[in-house]
């Protein structure tokens, strides 16, 4: 029976955007001290090279990935489509903080219709679960083990509860289920999680986030 693959799945490290800052879009917004000490902390959490390094588009989650692949530079390197759920417009972001956003997160959400998109460069609930399912598909038929995943919060919670609940559905019920699995699943900046997937099915381990106890801001 073949060895089950380990995938390390990582979140970014405190942005700007999580500090409360304005940010321009939501690609380009960079790691604050703490979250560079966030980084700092993941890749000392690392006990061997893996096989593969995987980050996202995203400059939080390149930066978060920097440390790691410093202390492992012979480690190849992709970038997948493991960016954050953008399902707001950047006419929404320009220049706004979390707060600022509120309002129109409030509206995205309770319109529940997964087929929405909000503006040029945002992504519908429909386009997010086959984004997630493409990639959920590729680790499970990938060779390369172990792999750490660089990511962001929804991204991960949404590959977590389709190996806890099985594959995401596109339906108005199943956004709103998939909503309050992110809001309850608590997974700090710099927290990881570890998974096993072999042919029996997967191995979900908890959210770790001892490595990051003594780093403060």
Known sequence: MPEPLHVLLVRHGESEGNAGHATED??????TPLGVRQAQAVAASLTAAPA???MSSYTRSQLTA????????????EVWPVHEFTYLGPHVYAGTTVDQRRPAVDAYWDAADPHRVDGEGAESFATFVARVQQVRTRLESGSATPVVVFSHKKFINALLWSWLAGPLVVSAKRMARYRGFDHAVSFPNGGSVSILLGPDGSRLGPVRRDHLVGVVA
């Open 26 to 31: 939501a690609a380009s917004a960079r790691l």
């Open 52 to 54: 593969l390094f995987v």
């Open 66 to 77: 920097e440390p790691a692949r410093a202390r492992f530079p012979d480690v190849p390197v």
